[in-house]
């Protein structure tokens, strides 16, 4: 098996964070920014292209503002994330709030922020009127689900079966409901598809969305100002996996932009396919047993990264100092939770590990620390980012026991914290 690369040679990579305790994300400033402007230049065709940053994906401000300097924007789903993407300077119409079970304050403050207000449902429209006490958005938008029309993935499941977008017989009477509540600029969204690595598809949900918007021009004569094609542009988790080729994908859909005679203003939410692979878990084996199978136990957990549990995703493991070796042992690498599948790999064909060594979990810098928890009352690791001068900056510190117990109220019983 191929071996996937460190984000400094391996030597360097180890005494630089030989101090650090483990376990901590870190992420590659120069890979990501370099990544984030092939983007850019990949779709520099298209008017006003911006990419709205999943802040799900990363939400720390020292990463947000990078990007946003770049041009991105931010895609926000809760108004803590609103918040995080004003605290880094990310204006009004460059944040787009697309959330479903909303509270009427988070439409609130979405709407006084001034972002785009991406609807989840037919139903929200009078709901966002009464909450905004009868006012409505100017600019506003739909989120579509095509049903049967189209298919999704493991990730994101059946189009038919997910909780999220208006229906397709819904759809043009959610415009035009808007527009009597004084609406006067239209935006389109999907997300139809998560971690694609077939760059067709995405295509595809190019081709459905130009096909609405003049759908929506023949029935009602309103201009869709936007669309928002939505994240789903998948990584190359596994070694032998292909990337997709940004300025491939976008040439093809720029055929159908000028086939369809598009004039609209082109944008995606992106946030995997932005950090995903520029972000490092970074552990060290404390035990290495035998029982009926090898296990390497390590100071991360699942509370740490959750992806492999949850989705049975794949994570490739470097033992640093020892990517060179034969991988000619298997083991399951796991965690110290007190549950059976706190694991990071199953069978996994790995060097020999000893205590003491250090892994590296590739590929998480998009949906790893930010889908972390505190079960078990474990504490949330740092956050560290490698500048572009190759020094490391810390960008979140650990969790401490006061952090954790800040919020409770103890009855009857004095605590040390």
């Known amino acids: 098996m191929s071996e996937k690369k460190l984000p400094l040679p391996e030597s360097e990579f180890l005494s630089l964070i030989k101090d650090v305790p483990t376990p901590f994300h870190i992420y590659d400033e120069k890979a990501f920014t370099e ?3 092939a983007f850019y230049d990949a779709f520099s065709w298209a008017p006003g292209f911006t990419n709205f940053f999943a802040v799900k994906a990363c939400p720390n401000p020292s990463i947000m503002k990078r990007l946003a300097a770049l041009g991105f924007g931010a895609d926000c789903s809760s108004l803590p994330e609103l918040l995080l993407s004003r605290a880094s300077g990310i204006p009004g119409e460059k944040i787009v709030f697309t959330s479903n079970d909303t509270p009427a304050e988070e439409f609130r403050v979405a709407y006084e922020m001034g972002a785009i207000i991406n609807l ?9 009127h009464k909450a905004l006490g009868g006012a409505f958005p100017e600019l506003i938008c739909f989120r579509y689900n095509p049903g049967p029309d189209r298919t999704g993935n493991a990730i994101i499941g059946n189009p038919v079966e997910a909780k ?8 043009i009477e959610c415009y035009r409901r808007a527009k ?14 998560s971690n694609e690595l077939n ?9 459905m969305l130009f096909s609405l918007v003049r759908k929506i021009k023949d029935e009602l004569d309103i201009d869709i100002e936007f669309i928002d094609m939505g994240g789903g542009v998948g990584i190359p988790y596994r070694p032998e996996d292909e990337r997709i080729d940004l300025y491939a994908l976008s040439s093809e859909i720029k055929k159908l932009y000028e086939e369809y005679e598009m004039k609209v203003r082109l944008t995606f939410e992106c946030g995997r396919m932005i950090m995903g692979p520029y972000g490092y878990l970074v552990t060290r ?17 699942m509370a740490d990264l959750m992806r492999p549990a949850l989705y049975g995703s794949y994570h490739h493991i470097t033992v640093a100092g020892k990517s060179t070796l034969e991988r000619d042992h298997v083991y399951d690498v796991t965690g110290s939770l007190c549950e059976n599948n706190d694991k990071f790999a199953i069978d996994r064909a790995l060097p020999e590990v000893e205590e003491g060594d250090t892994l590296v979990i590739h590929d998480t810098g998009a949906h790893g620390y930010s889908m972390g928890f505190n079960y078990n009352a474990k504490l949330r690791h740092a956050e560290y980012l490698l500048t572009e001068e190759g020094e490391l900056k810390l960008i979140r510190r650990a969790e401490t026991y006061d952090d954790y117990v800040k919020t409770l109220r103890f009855e009857g019983a004095e605590v040390e914290v």
């Not at 999220?164 to 759809?171: E, H, R």
């Open 164 to 171: 999220y977008g208006v229906t397709k017989d819904q759809l």
């Open 180 to 193: 009597e509540l004084g609406a006067k600029r239209f935006g389109l969204h999907t997300m139809v598809a």
């Open 120 to 128: 989840d449902d037919i139903t929200h429209i009078d709901f966002l």
């Open 199 to 207: 760059a067709a598809y995405i295509v595809e949900t190019a081709r």
């Open 35 to 37: 990544n984030a402007k």
């Open 285 to 301: 084996a404390l035990h290495v047993t035998k029982k009926y199978k090898d296990y390497v136990g390590v100071d991360a957990c």
